[in-house]
């Protein structure tokens, strides 16, 4: 399935759900900004992880309700429902044993490795994991690959390989994460292993830097 280049394919826009938007007024705000960039439809990828258990009915709840708000204040995003999985012992399990899947796009699920630690995976193997989704009739898209510096290449080609999307974080190539992840993310764009982009937005201060480059779809 092609997918829209205005849909944001990643951002954590609605209030109080993890360590994205806090409150009503800030989820409209960066959805106001979103339209502002081109962008015609987001997808709501509110974490689950140990800190953020969210749950689908949670989550599609609260998206509904900003949905409606955005509706009376006529800002024209359509928000789609989801989540942004995190590859651990401590959620992942238990989203597989429940049922917990909230795919977008038809069949389309977010993974994320942890960022900083290897270790914090556990026992748990990636490749495993995405091969287990592909069978399920899920589509795994691996949330911003450029960040997990403790990767090397031939892991990065073992991930594509096993059937994963790569989904860019717009502001990766621009120094919104730092020189090492910019320079990563470069070396992803030129092999061409990039299938999709998201804003991966969590607040104003996201939202200024986008600004600052004259980001627009």
């Known amino acids: 399935m092609d997918i829209d280049p205005r849909t944001d394919c990643h951002c954590h826009i609605l209030p109080g759900l993890d360590d994205g938007a806090v409150s009503l007024e800030d989820s409209v705000f960066l959805a106001g900004k979103q339209v502002e960039w081109g962008f015609r439809k987001a997808v709501c990828t509110s974490h689950r992880v140990g800190k953020y258990p969210n749950e689908p009915g949670l989550v599609t709840?609260?998206?509904r309700m900003l949905q409606e708000e955005l509706r009376k204040r006529n800002i024209p995003l359509e928000l789609i429902p989801s989540m942004e999985y995190r590859l651990i012992p401590e959620t992942w399990p238990e989203t597989l044993e429940k049922g917990w899947l909230?795919?977008?796009?038809?069949?389309?699920?977010?993974?994320?490795?942890p960022i900083h630690k290897a270790s914090r995976i556990g026992n748990i193997v990636p490749e495993d994991e995405i091969k287990r989704l592909l069978d399920m009739g899920y589509q795994p898209v691996l949330a911003h690959p450029e960040r997990y510096l403790y990767l090397d290449w031939d892991r990065y080609r073992s991930l594509k390989e096993a059937g994963t999307l790569f989904q860019r974080n717009i502001g990766s190539l621009e120094g919104l994460y730092g020189d090492d992840v910019s320079a990563r993310a470069e070396t992803l764009a030129a092999?061409?292993?990039?299938?999709?982009?998201?804003?991966?937005?969590?607040?104003a201060r996201y939202?200024?830097?986008?600004?600052?480059?004259?980001?627009?779809?």
């Open 207 to 217: 939202a200024a830097f986008f600004d600052s480059f004259g980001f627009n779809v």
């Open 191 to 203: 092999e061409g292993w990039y299938d999709l982009q998201g804003t991966d937005l969590h607040n």
């Open 61 to 63: 709840s609260v998206c």
């Open 102 to 113: 909230l795919p977008w796009e038809g069949n389309h699920i977010l993974i994320e490795l």
